[in-house]
C-alpha cells in the first residue's frame, strides 16, 4: 500500500519497514558496543515510541531494562509548544545509563526538558535515541546520540507515530500529501 488514508488526511508511504529495521539494527549494535557491562535503562516515551522500543530491544543484546514514561506536546499536525511532564517515572534512576527511546525529535523541546527533569535523580548518563530527527525545525542544541533515520519538517505517520491518535498501526513510514 503506497497511499494510506488517516481521519482527513493522505499520506505516502516514504520509509518502507525494511528501510526502519536496518537502522534499528545498526542502532542497537551501537548500543551494545557502548554500554557493554553498564546494565542500561531504556526509559521509552509513550506513545509514539512503543513499536521502535519493541523493535530495538529485541536487538539489544547486553543485560538491560525496560521502563516507559509519558509525555506529550503534540495535538493535530503542528507542535502546541506546550511541554507537559513526565508521567510513570516509577525506577530508580540513581546511578544508572539511561537511554531515553523516543519516536521523533522535532523542535527537541520534549526531549530536553525530559533530560532536565531526569538529571535531578542523579543518572549516571543519559543518552538520546530517537527514530527520527527532523534536524530542519530543531530549535535546542540537543545531542542525539543514538539516530536510526533524518527526515525533512514534513508530518509523518506510521510505525508508532500517529495523527490526532491515528496511524499508528502501519509497518512503514507515510509522509502527508499536501493538497
Ligand atoms: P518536539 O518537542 O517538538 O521535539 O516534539 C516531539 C514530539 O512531537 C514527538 O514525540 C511526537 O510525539 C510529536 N511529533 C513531532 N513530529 C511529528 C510527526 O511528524 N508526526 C507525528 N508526531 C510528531
Ligand atoms: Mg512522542
Redesign the pocket.
Known amino acids: 500500500m503506497d497511499k494510506i488514508q488517516v481521519k482527513d488526511k493522505t499520506f505516502t508511504v516514504s520509509i518502507p519497514e525494511a528501510d526502519i529495521l536496518k537502522e534499528v539494527k545498526r542502532v542497537a549494535a551501537e548500543i551494545n558496543r557502548d554500554l557493554e557491562g553498564r546494565n542500561p535503562l531504556f526509559l521509552a516515551?509513550l506513545?509514539?515510541?512503543f513499536i521502535f522500543a519493541a523493535d530495538l530491544l529485541r536487538e539489544v543484546t547486553i543485560p538491560c531494562e525496560i521502563s516507559f514514561v509519558k509525555l506529550?506536546s503534540?495535538e493535530g499536525v503542528f507542535s502546541t509548544g506546550e511541554i507537559r511532564e513526565v508521567i510513570g517515572l516509577n525506577t530508580d534512576i540513581t546511578g544508572r545509563a539511561v537511554v531515553i527511546v523516543?519516536?521523533?525529535i522535532d523542535s527537541g523541546l520534549?526531549m530536553v526538558h525530559m533530560i532536565e527533569t531526569l538529571k535531578k535523580h542523579n543518572p549516571s548518563s543519559i543518552d538520546v535515541c530517537s527514530l527520527l530527527v527532523k534536524p530542519g525545525n530543531l530549535k535546542v542544541n540537543l545531542d542525539v546520540k543514538y539516530k536510526c533515520l533524518e527526515i525533512p519538517n514534513d508530518f509523518i505517520v506510521g510505525y508508532g507515530l500517529d495523527y490526532d491518535g491515528f496511524g499508528r498501526n502501519t509497518r512503514s513510514i507515510y509522509t502527508i500529501v499536501e493538497e
Request: net charge negative.
Open positions: 516515551v506513545n509514539g515510541s506529550a503534540y523516543e519516536d521523533i520534549t
